[in-house]
């Protein structure tokens, strides 16, 4: 039972905060005994995929020309992937990221890649405490025979 008091604590945490919003609610409301490990696939993937696309920022903004529409493509995506699984803080930071990417203004899309590197891998560290958790969770409701 501690993992549940941890998880729940957790999980207030990261709402209290602003990592997630309403949107992982119901992210997890769709999660079913037909599909068990829902959330967790999808977090998965919004993780690989946000690494991903921060490496491809990165590269981008560090190549002598940048290719802003490139760049405001790579954080569009990011940001349309972190209001689906309600990832506040990724996203509000993609939005302004997104500003600075209009304006071609390499030193804002730099300063905010930094902002938006930290949110994410503060989000994903705390998914992932939260997946192993939950993991613990199960295993004490339902421990193997």
Same mark, same amino acid.
């Given at each position: 039972m501690a993992a549940? +008091?941890?998880?729940?604590?957790? +999980?207030?945490? +990261? &709402? @209290? %905060?602003? /990592? /997630?919003?309403?949107q992982f609610q119901q992210l997890q409301m769709l999660q079913d005994p037909s599909a068990p490990d829902f959330v967790a696939e999808v977090v %998965?993937?919004?993780?690989?995929d946000g690494e991903r696309i921060i490496g491809e920022l990165a590269k981008l903004l560090d190549?002598? @020309?940048?290719?802003?529409?490139k760049v405001d493509a790579f954080v569009h995506q990011l940001k349309g992937s972190s209001?689906?699984?309600?990832? *506040?803080?990724?996203?509000n930071t993609c939005i302004?990221?997104?500003?600075?990417?209009q304006?071609?203004?390499?030193d804002g899309c730099l300063k905010t890649l930094d902002a938006v590197r930290n949110d994410f891998y503060d989000l994903r560290s705390k &998914?992932?405490?939260?997946? *192993? /958790?939950e993991q613990q969770v *199960?295993?004490?409701f339902y421990p193997k025979q």
């Amino acid at each position: 039972m501690a993992a549940a +008091m941890q998880l729940n604590t957790l +999980m207030s945490n +990261m &709402f @209290a %905060t602003g /990592l /997630l919003d309403d949107q992982f609610q119901q992210l997890q409301m769709l999660q079913d005994p037909s599909a068990p490990d829902f959330v967790a696939e999808v977090v %998965t993937l919004f993780c690989e995929d946000g690494e991903r696309i921060i490496g491809e920022l990165a590269k981008l903004l560090d190549k002598p @020309a940048v290719d802003f529409d490139k760049v405001d493509a790579f954080v569009h995506q990011l940001k349309g992937s972190s209001a689906s699984v309600g990832a *506040q803080r990724v996203k509000n930071t993609c939005i302004q990221f997104r500003e600075y990417c209009q304006g071609k203004s390499r030193d804002g899309c730099l300063k905010t890649l930094d902002a938006v590197r930290n949110d994410f891998y503060d989000l994903r560290s705390k &998914f992932q405490t939260m997946l *192993q /958790l939950e993991q613990q969770v *199960q295993a004490s409701f339902y421990p193997k025979q």
